[in-house]
């Protein structure tokens, strides 16, 4: 008998029709004798349909009255979700965050989790119930409704399962699972049956959006292997991507996967005075509002200045200009900045540790094509580096080919 | 500095234009210098549209899920018109029914408060700020959350205004207050200035659809006096109707006004055995069910057999059939048959108490235009009679000028 967590999203419960088909998909992992909790995203369109209203009323308004309307929609689909399971004769039990106690800090609109009780739905799984949460929102210790940002249901799952010391975190989506690089810009991608937690950690945070990257980072930390399912096949029998422990992934290979994203902007701070500190003046008033930095490179100039440059979330870019314009002034530096038409490509792959020149080798083959480089960050398992927009599909195309990836 | 709570239904919330002349409306009360606290309704069309997902789903199943669901109506526009106070200036918070925690029993989809914690609106309050509270639902003691019925956010209004010790609880609705009748069915209908709450009262649960009943029952139980205004008046200085203890009521008239409504639907059981608890044995298990009953009549038939009818909500119509099919299978009633095709028509007036004759005159007028009465049922200051729903609308109008209300 095992606790399985499964996550549904927008597009697997997005009418009745899908809802039932969920219903039927988890009597029939209970039936084979697990206990089953399941995590559900709003109906597909519902989400931007929140999101219009709100930039109708007041789009800068308090945040924390945004994450009250923006929660109803996953409200919706526990409630209809608990309802289908009924009909088919399975006992629920649905649960908001606030009511399952998903206790999160007060960052409204990409609140983290702080803990879970999970005492109520262990007592529900007791009496034969199927238990379903609201994923994407939560509450602070003072009652107010928070959400964990988009895609934050994929981490409310993995954090359920981690709360509740589930065998496995199963996240439905629309795909069968993690390829080499989106199958829409390179045809020739490939499925991967199994790659470990940190690989997973690269491609999401790299920018591959099958798996949240909040909730690839909670697995890794507590060791919760997620499996990834298209919730289209009937048969629970298709293909799916294991994301677990290094030492489970047995296929050893140098590069996994091409990531990229386009969800960035640069930021560049041009002669600031080269003294200690300048990093902590330039970054602390960005991290204050609550706004993530990706990359961050600092160049030693002359004449005793340096360039700064650094990454945020295209979303926080406006907000991130404003504040560093007046950084800028504080600091007397000599001018600053801003590109939003960047991408981030990525390798990926724990083979890298064992294999020199990868990083060399995509240089290579970029500086082929003509692409010119930004930024450069590398890790122990990833090469990313930042180029101009409109190259991003060549960039993608090429080094898949070039890391044997398409063969 | 007077507290007022206002609430605003559906229709006055309908769009962002319509979020926005409310905070336009809360302002200027804000600004005379009152506090005040804003109940609202789910945008229109919202709820319906949840209970055509629900229906799609599972229209039996629990009803602490359809709770759950419905809820989110009101939850969005708290968040809305929270946000467009703050963009025009006005600090405000919203709280949604569990929030403020609006404590109710556990009948879902018709739950009644027991208790308003007020503490956390108070300190808004004494912050400045305009607090946002959704209507029409609350929390069980374990956390569960509950609706209070069609219409439950006038009833939210009341009792918040009740715990807060408001001056006045103002419902904006879309007519500019309490008519001596429907002016649909009898344009000659006149517009009532002042009426006391035992009148509302009667008109409300006669079937006047200003006011929702148990809101009505709240203000006549806690003395708080009510006001009917059209939210579309932008000047706040049109027509409204005062809701008020009697003795502050001066006009005296015999009849008020003549109230109606078809969402009833009789039952009759035949042949039940005349003993003692034969009431109770019929209506014990419909209440138990939680349906109400509003009207009851017994008629002694002979040998030893009686008759008895009484009528419930349509809505819970077909649910009281199957109870009663089998009460009367154990009581060894001879038959029992139903009619939804009836209406309820009743004038209502405090000066009724000291005018004789006022009762008969209401048979005679409907007996002269042939409409046969299948139940009376009178009061101190209404008489109500139950016809067959096609004669309806010909008997208000007859009523209405038989009474002297349309001169």
């Avoid at 996240?171 to 790659?195: C, F, M, N, Q, S």
Wanted: aromatic content about 4%.
């Amino acid at each position: 008998m095992a606790l399985i967590v499964q996550k549904y999203g927008g597009t697997s419960v997005g009418s009745p029709e899908r809802i039932a088909a969920v219903a039927d998909r988890v009597i029939r992992w209970r039936q084979k004798g697990n206990d089953v909790v399941v995590v559900v995203s709003a109906m597909s369109g519902e989400t931007n349909k929140l999101v219009a209203l709100i930039n109708a009323v007041n789009p800068i308004g308090s945040e924390r009255e945004k994450d009250a309307i923006l929660a109803t929609g996953e409200q919706v689909t526990i409630g209809l979700l608990a309802l289908a399971l009924e009909k088919k004769g399975q006992p629920a039990r649905s649960y908001t965050g606030g009511q399952v106690r998903i206790l999160t800090d007060g960052a409204h609109t990409k609140a983290r989790i702080m803990d879970i009780d999970g005492s109520p739905i262990r007592k529900d799984l007791a009496e034969g119930k199927v238990v379903v949460v609201a994923g994407f929102q939560g509450v602070t210790a003072d009652g107010s409704i928070t959400t964990l940002g988009r895609g934050g249901s994929d981490t409310t799952g993995v954090a359920l399962a981690v709360a509740l010391k589930a065998d496995e975190c199963q996240i439905y989506t629309d795909v069968d699972g993690v390829y080499t690089t989106d199958p829409r810009i390179e045809p020739k991608a490939k499925h991967i049956p199994v790659l470990s937690l940190e690989e997973m950690l690269e491609m999401a945070s790299q920018g591959s959006k099958v798996l949240q990257i909040r909730s690839v980072e909670f697995a890794y930390k507590y060791d919760m292997p997620i499996r990834v399912l298209s919730s289209f096949d009937e048969t629970d029998t298709g293909k799916s991507t294991l994301v677990t422990r290094e030492d489970e992934v047995m296929e050893e290979v140098s590069v996994r996967g091409i990531a990229f994203n386009r969800d960035e902007a640069q930021l560049t701070v041009q002669g600031v005075p080269d003294r200690p500190g300048v990093a902590y003046q330039i970054l602390g008033p960005i991290s204050d509002a609550n706004i993530e930095v990706d990359m961050i490179v600092q160049n030693s100039g002359s004449n005793s200045t340096t360039d700064f440059t650094f990454t945020v979330h295209r979303n926080d870019y406006h907000k991130a200009t404003q504040i560093l314009a007046r950084t800028c002034e504080a600091l007397g530096a000599r001018a600053w900045e801003g590109d939003e038409s960047i991408a981030k490509v990525a390798i990926v792959g724990a083979g890298m540790r064992s294999h020199a020149g990868i990083a060399s080798k995509m240089f290579k083959v970029l500086a082929d094509e003509g692409i010119n480089i930004h930024m450069i960050s590398t890790s122990e398992i990833k090469v990313a580096v930042v180029i101009d927009e409109k190259y991003l599909e060549l960039a993608v195309r090429v080094l898949h080919q070039a890391f044997g990836l398409s063969s």
